[in-house]
């Protein structure tokens, strides 16, 4: 049997709501951070033929300009996409146990609810990306990536 590779390929694209607003930070360099948590509901009938509703609930967190855009424009219950990869860490607690949790570090995020018209007359960008992701791709996995 031939040696087969895994392609490097983590990636994640999700809807929901914000469960509260965003919390907006720099770290010790400057660097803007932003973390939040969206709830994404899947509707489905059960077994016997009921409608039923899952809430799943999903950390975001975003770098940079992106983090900067979301402190920015959005709030409590605004409506996103969000697409990025997954990624895990631990920390430890104020009792002094390890814990980890998994999160998905934001590539794009697409802004759904509408800001309304801007100065200029025109509609702001809906959505906004983080550049500096794609920097920290192997080319195989931009690659991939594309559409």
Known sequence: MADFKMPELNSVVIAGNLTKDPIFRQTTTGTPVVNFSIASNRRFRDKSDEWKEDVCYVGIVAWNRLAESCRDRLKKGNAVLVDGELQSRTFKTEDGSNRTI???KARRIQFLNKKGNSAEGGEEPSTFTDE?????????????LKH
């Open 132 to 144: 500096s992701f794609d920097s920290l791709l192997s080319p195989e996995d931009s690659d991939l």
């Open 102 to 104: 998994v999160e998905i």
